[in-house]
């Protein structure tokens, strides 16, 4: 028996859900007594996933597998799942996890959730806290498959360090070619994509015009942040669709999301609202994104952002 854990990897390097999926897996897979087995496709450096307690990283190396597709990679992962015995398979609730999670659990005749945010409240009956309509509202799921599919919503657990002494075996599977595939490209105009970043600065309609984004970059760099925007941002031009955050955009789930000129709409809000500490700058007090956030200056934008600059400078 063993929990299956699936990494995820961008140019060879773990992706930093990775580590957190792997730190999951590894309280899973204490709570059934069991072992934690990593899958990692085309990865280079495997030992780290040992810091965070994978005792077996499958390591498979195929340029076949360079571009993502989904339907092979769910093959793959079936017979990882198979050949270690896996109960559990943990797969990261981001686009491409999302894609194949399911597939994964066609393959194994799994039973599925997805967007789960907690560790088993019960491992018999199997039992997980996972959130819904745009987390509005949480649902505890039963899982009462032999085989169990789980897709981690980002930033629900943390990354966690268990050092244990692992060991990373070559894993060849059947690669079967499928047409499904899916490319990821990841375009940001700073260098922290807005999946993986800590932090995001995203801006709104409230900054008037693309010419003052200028300050939002500034802040995001001395930050290291990602930069975002609204809805109707992207929709005037002023930034790139790649940058529109919210319920029809991509999702956030960062540490610290940084609302400059946002009034705080539902559909803005359904999608960041995974994000742990949420600051508005706004210069209506009365702006719906103020009950939402947890810290927020009622200000002028152009005044507020030139200081906050100033004084990060300092340190
Ligand atoms: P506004 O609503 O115009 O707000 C601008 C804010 O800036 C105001 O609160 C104002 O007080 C403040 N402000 C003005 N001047 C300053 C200043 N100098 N300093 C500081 N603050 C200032 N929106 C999204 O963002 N993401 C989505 O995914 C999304 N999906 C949608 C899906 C559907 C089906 C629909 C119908 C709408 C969707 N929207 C989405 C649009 C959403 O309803 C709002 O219209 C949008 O979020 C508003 O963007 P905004 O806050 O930038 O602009």
Redesign the pocket.
Known sequence: MSVLVLAETSEGKFKKSTFEVTSYGKKVAEQLDTNLVVLAINATENETLYKYGAEKVLNVSDEALATFNAKTVANIVKQAAEKEKSTVVIIDSNANGLYLAPLVAVNLNAGFASNVISLPSSTSPFVVKRKAFSSKAFNNCEISTEVKVIALAKNSYGVFENEVSGTTESFSPEIASSNLTSESIEQTTGTVTIADADIVVS??????GPENWGMVEELAAILGAATA?????SDLGWRPHSE??????KPVAANLYI??????????L??INSSKVKVV????A????FKAADYGIV??????IPTLIEKLKEF
Request: glycine content about 20%; hydrophobic content about 35%; proline content about 5%.
């Open positions: 801006g709104g309609r409230g900054l008037k925007c609204s809805k109707p941002v529109h955050v919210g319920q029809t955009g609302a400059i000129g946002i009034s705080g709409a539902i559909q803005h359904a999608g700058i706004n210069t209506d009365e702006a719906p994104f200000g002028d934008a152009f005044e507020v």
